[in-house]
């Protein structure tokens, strides 16, 4: 298994609404991303996961808050989020915190209405 | 000025021809350097890993890195319509604080059968 598997692939919420993103590897991949990516520009950094230990939080907003139950999965929780987060989330990992290949999932496009 | 800069597009080019594209970046701590492919509303797909300067070749790919004119180039080989898509340079200091990658905004890239 050579891939990153996210669901849902679309999402629509309002914004009261509480979901979840859910990201799985099976690769023994031991560091997890989440990036944002809105429409023409590049993927920006959210979190990462090291060890199944959270080691960075690119000042992310409260709204958003990740876990990781264990070293195969990935999860961002949602809360009160507003419209201009509606993008793309995607998920990343790589084998060792220290290696740069990272292998991305095909992402959650999420719409906050 | 942007840590890394990338000519957004769109290039278009015939089916066969040779495919150029390239980034340049201000960080001298760079060391790792990726390229990746993003078809639209999928995840970035990584194409080509180097660590360092240099040329690395893999099939129709061919990556080189001048870290003295701080400058990284990706060609791509008879080209086809299924390249077209969106080519994203990422760029990494060693062992940088959670493995942070750097993105240029991306080119888009059409081939015409």
């Known amino acids: 298994d050579t891939e990153v598997t996210q669901t849902p692939k679309h999402l629509v919420m309002g914004m009261t609404n509480k979901k979840s993103l859910k990201c799985e590897q099976h690769m023994g991949h031991r560091a997890m991303y989440w990036y944002k990516q809105k429409a023409k520009k590049p993927p920006e950094l959210m979190f990462v996961?090291?060890?199944?230990?959270?080691?960075i939080n690119e000042s992310v907003p409260s709204r958003f808050s990740p876990e990781c139950p264990n070293s195969s999965l990935l999860n961002l929780h949602l809360h009160a989020l507003q419209p201009e987060d509606s993008a793309l989330y995607l998920c990343?990992?790589?084998?060792?915190?220290?290696?740069?290949?990272?292998?991305f999932g095909s992402g959650t496009r999420l719409t906050v209405v | 000025q942007k840590e890394v800069e990338q000519d957004p597009g769109p290039l278009s080019v015939p089916e066969g021809a040779i495919v150029s594209l390239n980034c340049t970046y201000s960080n001298s701590a760079f060391q790792y350097f990726m390229w990746y492919r993003q078809y639209s509303r999928k995840g970035p797909e990584l194409l080509m890993y180097?660590?360092?300067?240099g040329n690395k070749e893999d099939g129709r790919f061919t990556a080189q890195v001048d870290k003295s004119s701080k400058y990284i180039s990706l060609f791509i080989r008879d080209s086809q319509p299924s390249d077209s898509a969106t080519y994203l340079c990422?760029?990494?200091?060693?062992?940088?604080?959670?493995?942070?990658?750097?993105f240029g905004g991306g080119t888009r890239v059409l081939v015409k059968p």
């Open positions: 996961y090291s060890y199944e230990k959270l080691s």
């Open positions: 180097t660590y360092s300067s």
């Open positions: 990343a990992s790589s084998q060792e915190p220290g290696q740069y290949g990272y292998t």
């Open positions: 990422a760029m990494s200091a060693v062992k940088a604080a959670g493995n942070k990658l750097t």
